[in-house]
Every structure is written in C-alpha cells, then in structure tokens.
C-alpha cells in the first residue's frame, strides 16, 4: 500500500508504461485488501448522501437478511408509464459487498400492469438502470426514471410484465453508490425481485427476467452471475443487456486499440463509486481546483450538472487532475471486470453500431467471451443506433426473447456467427432517444 502511494506521487513526467502497469496491478490488489478488511459504510454529504425524505431514512434495526421489504408508498406520476396500476417507491434490505458493512437499506420502485394478474401471476422484469450519478437525488426512486427508461418500462407493462427497477445501493439510501461494481449492483438487482415477491407474491409469478442498460448492463450480467449463489431462490429465466459495459480481460478477443474512459464525468464517479483503494490518497487530493468543480457537482448533482459545469469551467481530461488522467485511471480497480463463466440462463446482448460511448468493437469482446465459456448467447446489432438509442431498439428483440422463454422455448444462439464489427457509424433518424 505505501508502494501505491508513492507511485502517485511521482513526478507525472516520470511516469513510464511500467509505473502506470504497476499502479494498476498494486491498486486491484489494494482493493481487494480494502474488500477484506473494511467493515463500516462511509457516509456523509462526500459520499454524495443527501436528505431526501424521511422514506429513505431506516432507523430501526434491520434485518438480518437481505430481501425483505421495509416500507412501500406512492411514487409520483410520470407521463410515459400510464400502464401501471400500482406504482410505488420502495426501500429494501440488501447486502453491501463492497465495503462489507452488511445488510444495508436500498431503495428502488415497482410496477403492476392494469387489470387482473393472469393465472399464477405477471411475470416479473428486474430493470437496471445505466449511468445517472452517485448522489441521492439521482435515485429514480426520488427524481423519476428518465423519459427514455419511464418509455422502457412503460413497453414491458403494455405487455403484461410487472417490473422492479432499483435505485442500487448508495443512491437514495445511505453511503457511497458502487458505481459500476457489477457484484455490488447485482446484489441490489436481486434483492428488489426479492422484496418484490416478499410484498406481492399473490399478484407475481415464479418466473423473473433480468434486463439492464449500460451501466445496468453490468448490474444485469453480475446479478445473473452471482444469482445461483447469492440468490438462489430467485427464479431467473433469462436476461437482456444492451449497451454492454461489461470487460474481459481474459476473454479471446481485445480490440486493436485499448479502451480507455479518459473523462473527468466517470472517472470522478468511478473514484467516488469505490473504485479507488481504501488506502490510496482521499479523491479531493486528486483533483485540481478545476477538477473539484466537477467533484463537487458529482456529491451535489447528476451527470447533467457534471456536464453543464465542466462545459461552462472549461473543465477538461488535461486539467481536471494533478496527474495525467491515463495515471489516475490506472490507480483505479476496473469495477467492469469479469471473468468469462458459464451463466445459469440464456442471455440476449444487444449493441448499437452507432454507439460511440461503449463503441461496438468493445461490446463485441464481451459478447466473445461470453460466448467462449459455452453460454446460451444471442447478440443483436442495431444499425445507427446510438448509445442511447439501442435500448428502445432492442426491445422488440428482448419482448420475443422473454416471450419465447415462457414458453418453455429457446432461441438459438449465434455465437458460431458472430464477427467483429467496425468503428461507429453514423446515428440514424427515425429511432427513438437516439441523441
């Protein structure tokens, strides 16, 4: 750990593609060691909590066991969801695993179609959010799903599915929001479905589908892989991730130039979100004072803040830290990274070819190595759809996948298929939220 220290506070004109191997090498190690030993949530207005209401507040004891629902009430209208016959904010018990302060209170909303439930139940869809913050008012739960999700959501209950979508951990409940730590946020996924059924077994049935977005597709592919495990009583069918943020360093397949995220926006996240060490200096020494304008919008705000300060700062890659920003990526932990294992159900990945936030040659490497571990994959592409875009895009292709899974069929993977495809096009008219 001293070593990780004084590697960051090299010279940054001393730093050599060994150092910045080393950091990266030192700091996953730090972080596991961090995982091992931590065991109090950090908390407080630096970890983004925010006093919302007296809903996200649980001052009782809680329970021993994750899953169980604590309080339920209205949550506010929204015009693109009009299917639901109930619509409510909900907090939950869940398991922190990143900081190992055990059951933790997470809040999240659950939707029931209109009309009777048909026999043995609606199907259950567990949605998983992308990218809207670390700080509490972030939580959809609180500030509304955005209109490109509510439309989401709105298309599974036109056609009978009830849905649980959470806010994970940290946003709207108490301590940091793992941003990107896929186990983190898998365990959030699972434990709505959990409380979900808890609360309204008698309206769902014991069939449950899986589908996330960008930063939720990470959520979605680590709560399908821990599900066995973690949650065995939860019954999953299949699960849909577009946008796909997950990586595979030890997958068959890595595109010719290195991802890198090289943003202030998600590194400063991913820093706040428990990728940086226990031990590795605080984020607030990382940071210049143009970098903590950006900082202090992240604990205050949402992206869009985070945005709408660094355009109006002029708040860049090369200004915002007090080391290059290809050593402070380095010094993180990448919470994207999975090892390439046999998933317990069928999954559908899907991809816009006009994604230049997650571009498709990065997708595709996680679409390989999921499908070298011998899973039940089918990978769709979308022409000219953009980042955003692609989740409308994919739902005609995701409503058949859950549909064909009911019914006791299969759809064919193509992973024998599968090539690698070029650099991003063009976004295209015409496709839905495809900004």
């Keep these: 750990m001293k070593k990780m220290n004084r590697l960051l506070k090299l010279n940054p004109n001393r730093f050599t593609m060994k150092s910045v191997l080393a950091i990266s090498i030192l700091s996953a190690l730090a972080l596991s060691e961090a995982f091992a030993q931590n065991t109090a949530l950090p908390t407080g207005p630096q970890w983004g909590d925010q006093n919302l209401s007296a809903f996200y507040r649980w001052t009782d004891p809680l329970p021993t066991r994750p899953g169980v629902m604590l309080r339920e009430e209205p949550m506010k209208a929204q015009p693109e969801i009009t299917k639901a016959a109930l619509a409510e904010r909900i907090l939950y018990s869940s398991t922190d695993v990143r900081w190992h302060a055990g059951i933790v209170p997470v809040s999240g909303t659950l939707y029931l179609p209109v009309g009777e439930p048909p026999a043995g139940g609606w199907p259950l869809v567990a949605w998983a959010h992308g990218t809207l913050g670390v700080a509490d008012v972030c939580a959809p739960s609180w500030a509304g799903h955005k209109p490109r999700d509510a439309t989401y959501i709105q298309k599974w209950l036109e056609n009978g599915f009830a849905v649980v979508a959470t806010d994970y951990q940290g946003l709207g409940g108490p301590g940091p929001h793992p941003y990107l730590i896929w186990e983190a946020e898998g365990h959030s996924v699972l434990d ?48 849909v991730a577009t946008g796909v943020v997950s990586t595979f360093p030890d997958g068959p397949y890595r595109p010719a130039e290195a991802f890198k995220v090289g943003s202030p926006i998600y590194l400063t996240l991913m820093m706040l979100g428990g990728s940086l060490p226990d031990e590795a200096p605080p984020v607030d020494n990382l940071v210049t004072d143009k970098g903590r304008l950006v900082l202090r919008a992240a604990r205050e705000g949402c992206t869009g803040e985070m945005r709408a300060i660094a355009q109006k700062d002029t708040v860049t890659a090369d200004n915002a830290y007090v080391q290059p920003i290809a050593n402070i990526e380095a010094s993180l932990a990448s919470p994207t990274d999975m090892k390439p294992v046999r998933l317990p159900v069928p999954v559908l990945l899907g991809t816009g070819l006009a994604d230049s936030v997650l571009p498709p040659r990065r997708q595709y490497a996680a679409v390989a190595a999921l499908c070298s571990a011998g899973n039940e994959v089918v990978w769709n592409t979308y022409p000219g759809a953009t980042h955003n875009g692609g989740l409308i895009a994919a739902f005609p292709d995701a409503l058949a996948f859950f549909k064909q899974t009911l019914e006791g069929k299969k759809t064919p993977s193509n992973c024998a298929r599968i090539t690698e495809p070029g650099l991003p096009t063009t976004p295209a008219p015409g496709i839905p939220f495809n900004d």
């Design 192 to 239: 709505a479905v959990r409380a979900a059924r808890a609360a309204h077994g008698d309206k769902l049935a014991p069939k449950v589908f899986i589908s996330g977005q960008s930063q939720g597709s990470g959520a979605a592919l680590g709560a399908t892989t821990v599900a066995p495990n973690y949650a065995p009583d939860v019954p999953l069918l299949a699960t």
